[in-house]
């Protein structure tokens, strides 16, 4: 059975990197492309590591609504419900028990940092972490207190290392029944096990019932690599430019860079 070639697409965009630049801006031509596409009808959502909290603004900066987003690397899926507070209820939520990786990180990693998500979004951390990570419902801790409770999330960083040291340090880890995604600095984004983008965005598109060969995906960052393979095997997955060459070797199409607004390029070909 072929698909009409008007059928809807199912378009899962990441934030940071690829949506949206370094500086926080998000360019006219993205703007213009997602605002274009989403009326046409096509579901253009988001698929970021982002908090729910932190991910919602971008949506208004946007100007959709999409029925589903993404966010935690696939560990939060929430539904639009214009009963909640903000647009939005927790679907689908995935958690683990934090306290083995958490233990075993610590004893690799002297100086790092914590945080760890709960399945109501809420962050606990033990130092200081970038506010587009966690947001403002969060509380400062110290470390046995991230220990025990379900989590959705553990995100590490560890700033005495450089990016080639923690890769290292990562590897020698052997962590084991958990999903993790390294960042662009040495970051280290901890889910469920089996649990990323993909699965999440999986189900979303059975929900659809949207077929394979109608996903995009685009995103730039190592916690995009199953979501950019998921894509690629019949639809479009589509790393951008300045993504490291892992994420541009999952991908079937590369675009430019996110200074040079690779996603509008690729979104316009829609």
């Not at 579901?43 to 590591?49: C, D, H, I, K, Q």
């Not at 989590?151 to 290292?168: C, G, K, N, Y």
Request: charged share 25%.
């Amino acid at each position: 059975m072929t698909t009409p070639t008007d059928a809807p697409w199912l378009v899962a965009l990441d934030v940071d990197g690829t949506t949206m630049h370094e500086n926080g801006t998000i360019s006219d031509g993205v703007l213009d492309q997602v605002r274009r596409l989403a009326a046409a009808g096509h579901e253009v959502m988001l698929a970021t590591g982002r908090s729910s909290a932190t991910t919602l603004p971008v949506l208004e900066r946007l100007d959709i609504t999409p029925r589903f987003v993404v966010c935690s690397n696939g560990a939060i899926t929430l539904h639009r419900d214009p009963a909640s507070p903000t647009g939005y209820r927790r679907e689908w939520v995935e958690t683990f028990d934090p306290t083995d990786v958490l233990m075993q990180i610590r004893s690799h990693l002297v100086g790092a940092r914590y945080a760890v998500e709960d399945e109501r979004g809420f962050y606990r951390y033990t130092e200081p972490f970038p506010d587009a990570t966690i947001g403002l419902d969060s509380e400062h801790v110290e470390f046995d207190d991230l220990l025990r409770q379900d989590a959705t999330r553990v995100v590490v960083i560890s700033p005495d290392h450089d990016m080639e040291d923690f890769l290292q340090i990562v590897d020698r880890m052997g962590l084991n029944r958990v999903s993790y995604a390294i960042g662009w600095t040495a970051w280290l984004d901890i889910a469920p096990d089996g649990v990323n983008k993909a699965t999440a965005m999986e189900r979303v598109r059975a929900e659809f019932g949207i077929p394979r060969s109608r996903v995009m995906a685009v995103g730039d960052g190592r916690n995009d690599i199953e979501m950019l393979q998921w894509a690629s095997v019949q639809g479009r997955g589509v790393a951008m430019g300045q993504a490291p060459h892992e994420v541009l070797a999952a991908a079937g199409e590369i675009t430019g860079a996110v200074h040079e607004d690779g996603l509008a390029l690729v979104l316009s070909s829609l």
